[in-house]
């Protein structure tokens, strides 16, 4: 398969000697603003082309193998849109390049010294950097996915039959998002005190609805030292009880989902975990887009008149959003642990906000079983709370299940910013103290 | 009048809308759903026909005065089980009939023992109730009062008389035969049978509460919650080792229903102080827990019932008949005496053997019950608590040495070691905790529970009152394992929990009599496991589930197989079984070759505890446990469930 790698190309090389000397301030501005001089560009592919089923083949390369399937099956259409900085708080980049070149890894993966806040490696990643997978991990850990701190309500998910379009389940849920540590944008900085255990990010759901798990509240708290295992905890509405989670858990399809807990923001767990390997770097179609100039549901009223993100293609499962070229990093994860029940994710990380727009997973006989795409918007053109938050918005996310068919597709109305984010949310007690 | 305030506090409520509306527009939630679930039970058929309708509602204030947020729940339940129309004859004003009572060894002279002529006073066959041979003081005119009919002989489902003791039970709703009923715990009526939730404790009101917290410095808070609610202490399922601030409705389904759908919601005050983290805490928290609701014991249900855990609500009705009425006793008179054999039926007269009455505590200060807990999260991600709890026992102690009448001269006093009591509800204190960690090594979380109490009351034949209070030490450890069994499913695993409960009485006695063991029929240390296997299939839209509970020392056992099926969001269909095996009935001292009456019951002098004579009824069902009790109640089940 031809792919337009960049690898450690010419136009990188400056990047690729940096490693050894140490990153330079023109690595974070390449890092954070890679469109400013010049945007992708992949043969034939340009704004207000659709890519389906009938035209996809020349496009082959600028998509991944699962995508580029789901295409050629006729199972869903790509509008392509124009290539969109999508530019991150200036405290963030700020951050990284006030603490440039002062992160190491450490011996073993999941070590880490010297970060403080920032993208801890803003430099180039390099095919013959052995732990080159590894710091794009970290990277991704260290993301402003939802700045300091955010939410997303509601958030509803749909299980569908990827075949007849059935909708079968549909959830709500409430998701809470905090950094406690490496926060750059709202007080408190840098981080939340006291926290005695270190923790790094703490993850809050509850369902809404329907009556069957209502009250369901999972917490997950992850520790600043990723060798420690996250402690996550089930408050079950029916049994009234906070029970704590087994680590086999965060692994097992998530209240019936096609999604695991591990899976949630592409990857929910320690890098500790897993075996990163840096794959390369291409142009290719990813979904960022202006929420507000996309064709959207009214499947839901909201009060305030938000509209989701439309669904539709094979049995319901795919987004009807824009996609855009953007250089991605391709990365790939493999288990640590033999029982775990993937073989390998294969992300596709977007260069300049680190986030994981595809992810194909792979079963344990290493043969596709999921296609995950998680959509973004560019934080302007979403709600008005959330312009110039300087974080790429989810938007929907997609998980398609190729082997049984089916899928669990997700939509949001996420809100930026610290006000339905509590500390106080992020606690066991919390969840015991509820309906 | 307190939930109308509520209300017009929260203002018109037919705004309803979905819980997808944001915070900040302040619309009811309101949820409804009916269900109807239907039992049928071996050699008895239909054993519930329960229709619940119940609606759940709730109300987001937000910040309001003082509180940083505010809301407000309430929950409505009214159920009607037609059971007890359907099968009247069973369950209903039918139910019941004339009972005849073993009266002796069948041919066995005991003439000599009553200073008959010989071969006057034989053992027979059953006799009659109230026709018995032996008629005591003022027992002649007990079918007056005390007709043979509408009665069961108690323990009849489960076991034969054997030679022990047993006696007729009304079992008819208590607006049909009043007899045996006890004021305030068990007489109900058909109607208040069929629909228990409308009941002069305003059942119907499940649950009713403001939550609100009101933020104080530093990032601490106090958060309450004031009203009708559930509290849940501890870290287990199915075992009440720290979970016992609500006392248990058992008549819905024995003990396999799910514990928020039978605990009975009290009028609390909850006071958490939320202080968060510290230095060495990741979380901390007390609460204070304030039962200022009028007491209420577990709803064991009168004798007449589908479900009567333990058959206690029998012993108690055919006991309180006993006293009211009088009645006939079997193989009572003279036992032991032959060698170690039953002995004759017997008649007693009004107020000498049975349960007086039932001591309910009444609302004061004093009466209410107080729990305290610290719970936290060490920095090591240790999870625990440390609880205390006040409160009153929710199952009845039976304690004897009350005032009643000497059958055999009909003067009144006290005398030891006589069937004779009131039913009493001791104050009990607790002190616990509660861990749980994650075990990586095994892929498990282990969770912990333990607590010791002062001032539960056991039965104790070898006490002159009958009854002996113990500490008790209860604890749990339960192991929850995601699992994956390829075999029947490759994508999702199966939850394996594994729980072992054991309680231990510190206090404990027994002894050797000439006839047999005395003393407490409790076990001193008993333990009870369980196993619970649940699987999910088609996107958790199908999840098959095995539930087995062992009882060691009663060495009975449940399986209880079940299939939930989601058919959509609003509609689930729930096929299940519930089979016993194992040890049913056993036997234990029944006190009848004790000597209350010395010169009459036996030799002169001083009275004396029982020699040891047992059989089933009535202290064999504290050796047989639930499980045991219940052992021919296999049932299958369906359920279907509809959200409006």
């Not at chain 1, 029982?339 to 986030?355: E, M």
Request: proline letters at 7%.
């Amino acid at each position: 398969m031809k792919r337009l790698w960049m690898g450690c190309s010419l136009l990188a090389a400056v990047a690729c000697s940096s490693i050894a000397f140490g990153a330079t301030d023109a690595d974070v501005d390449r890092s954070f603003f890679p469109y400013r001089t010049s945007v992708p560009a992949f043969p034939g592919v340009k704004p207000g082309l659709v890519i389906g089923k009938d035209n996809v083949e020349p496009f082959r390369n600028a998509v991944d193998p699962a995508l580029y399937q789901h295409l050629k099956d006729g199972w869903l259409e790509i509008p392509v849109g124009p290539t969109t900085s999508l530019d991150l708080h200036p405290n963030y980049v700020d951050a990284t390049r006030k603490n440039l070149n002062k992160v190491k890894l450490g011996a073993q993966p999941g070590e880490i010294t010297g970060f403080v806040a920032g993208r801890p490696f803003p430099e180039e990643p390099d095919l013959s950097d052995p732990r080159a997978g590894e710091k794009l991990a970290w990277n991704f850990k260290y993301l402003i996915n939802y700045g300091d701190n955010g939410a997303i309500t509601p958030f509803y998910w749909t299980f569908r039959d990827l075949n007849s379009g059935k909708i079968e389940r549909r959830l709500n849920f409430s998701f809470h998002f905090l950094n406690y540590k490496h926060r750059v944008i709202e007080p408190p900085l840098p981080e939340v005190t006291p926290n005695p255990s270190q923790l790094f990010r703490g993850i809050y759901a509850k369902v809404l609805e329907p009556l069957d798990v209502k009250n369901t509240q999972l917490l997950i708290q992850r520790f600043s030292d990723d060798l420690k295992r996250d402690d996550a905890y089930l408050y079950l509405g029916c049994q009234r009880r906070v029970r704590r989670l087994a680590t086999g858990q965060v692994t097992d399809a998530f209240l019936g989902s096609d999604l695991m807990v591990e899976d949630f923001e592409g990857y929910n767990g320690r890098i500790s975990d897993m075996v990163w390997t840096y794959k390369g770097t291409a142009n290719m179609l990813a979904p960022f887009f202006n929420h507000n100039e996309q064709k959207l549901s009214d499947e839901f009223k909201e009060p305030d008149g938000y509209k989701f993100i439309a669904f539709g293609g094979k049995g319901g499962c795919f987004p009807i959003v824009s996609w855009q070229l953007r250089k991605m990093y391709v990365l790939e994860a493999k288990p640590v642990e033999a029982g775990h029940p993937i073989s390998k994710r294969v992300y596709y990380v977007d260069s300049q906000t680190f986030t994981m727009s595809r992810t194909l997973i792979y079963d344990r006989k290493g043969e596709l079983w999921k296609s995950f795409t998680v959509g973004k918007s560019l934080p302007d053109h979403h709600l008005p709370e959330n312009k110039g938050s300087g974080a790429p918005v989810d938007d929907f996310f997609s998980m398609v299940d190729v082997q049984s068919r089916h899928c669990t597709t997700g939509q949001f109305k996420a809100h930026m910013g610290g006000k339905l984010t509590p500390v106080s949310l992020f606690s066991v007690q919390n969840m015991r103290g509820g309906d | 009048m307190l939930l109308l305030g509520s209300l017009a506090v929260l203002g018109p409520f037919p705004a309803v809308a979905t819980a997808a509306e944001p915070a900040g527009a302040n619309p009811w939630v309101v949820d409804v759903f009916y269900e109807n679930d239907i039992h049928s039970r071996r050699d008895v058929g239909l054993a519930k026909f329960r229709n619940t309708l119940q609606m759940e509602a709730a109300r987001k204030l937000g910040a309001t005065g003082p509180f940083s947020d505010l809301g407000f729940n309430v929950k409505l339940r009214g159920t009607f089980d037609a059971v007890h129309r359907i099968k009247d004859h069973r369950f209903g004003n039918q139910a019941g009939g004339s009972v005849s009572l073993e009266n002796g060894v069948p041919g066995q002279d005991y003439s000599a023992l009553f200073g008959a002529p010989p071969g006057t006073l034989l053992g027979t066959g059953p006799v009659p109730h109230g026709e018995a041979p032996i008629a005591l003081f003022n027992s002649g005119d007990v079918l007056l009062n005390n007709p043979n009919e509408g009665m069961v002989v108690l323990g009849s489902q489960l076991h034969e008389t054997d030679g022990g003791v047993a006696f007729g039970v009304p079992v008819r709703p208590c607006d049909t035969d009043s007899r045996g009923c006890l004021k305030d715990y068990m007489d109900a009526s058909r109607q208040e049978l069929e629909s228990p939730e409308f009941n002069h404790r305003l059942d119907v009101l499940r649950e009713a509460y403001f939550a609100g917290t009101l933020p104080l410095s530093d990032g601490k808070s106090l958060f309450l919650k004031i009203g009708k609610q559930q509290v849940v202490w501890g870290r287990t399922d199915l075992f009440r080792v720290l979970d016992v601030i609500n006392p248990i409705d058992y008549s819905r389904n024995n003990i396999y229903d799910e514990m928020q759908d039978i605990r009975i919601p009290m009028w609390i005050a909850q006071f958490e102080y939320r202080m968060g983290a510290s230095e060495s805490f990741q979380d901390r928290n007390f609460q204070v827990v304030w039962n200022f609701d009028k007491f209420r014991p577990h709803t064991l249900v009168q004798c007449g019932s589908p479900n009567v855990i333990l058959d206690a609500g029998c012993f108690f009705r055919g006991m309180k008949n006993l006293w009211d009425n009088g009645g006939t006793v079997a193989n009572f008179a003279g036992a032991g005496a032959i060698n170690g054999t039953p002995g004759l039926a017997t008649t007693f007269g009004p107020n000498q053997i049975g349960i007086r009455e039932v001591n309910l505590p009444g609302w004061s200060l004093d009466n209410t019950q107080l729990g305290l807990k610290f719970e936290g999260v060490t920095k090591d991600a240790l999870s625990f608590s440390v609880n205390f709890l006040t409160y009153r026992s929710q199952l009845p102690s039976l304690r004897g040495g009350i005032t009643s009448v000497h059958p055999f001269t009909g003067a009144t006093g006290t005398f030891p070691y006589l069937i004779a009591f009131d039913l009493d509800f001791p104050r009990v204190n607790l002190l616990g905790g509660s861990l749980d960690i994650q075990a990586d090594s095994i892929g498990s979380v282990i969770r912990m529970e333990a607590a010791i109490t002062k001032g539960e009351e056991f039965p104790s034949t070898m006490q002159p009152r009958l009854f002996k209070q113990s500490k008790v030490v209860r604890y749990v450890i339960g192991l929850d394992r995601p699992t994956f069994i390829p075999l029947l499913n490759k994508d999702r695993t199966f939850l394996i929990s594994g729980q072992i409960f054991g309680q231990h009485l510190l206090d404990h006695e027994q002894a050797d009599g000439p006839l047999g063991r005395v003393g407490m029929p409790d076990w001193k240390d008993n333990w009870i496991g369980t196993l619970l296997v649940k699987g999910w299939y088609q996107n958790d839209r199908l999840s098959p589930q095995l539930l087995m509970a062992y009882d060691v020392r009663a060495r009975a056992g449940a399986v209880a197989p079940s299939l939930e099926w989601l058919v959509s969001d609003n509609l689930k269909l729930t096929f299940g079984a519930n089979i016993k095996a194992g040890t049913g009935a056993r036997k234990f001292d029944d006190d009848r070759t004790a000597n209350p009456f010395p010169g009459f019951t036996g030799p002169p002098g001083q009275a004396t505890m029982s020699a040891g004579l047992g059989g089933y009824e009535p202290l064999g069902r504290f050796r047989s446990g639930p499980i045991g009790m219940a052992i021919n109640e296999d049932f299958v089940q369906f359920a279907l469930r509809y959200k409006f």
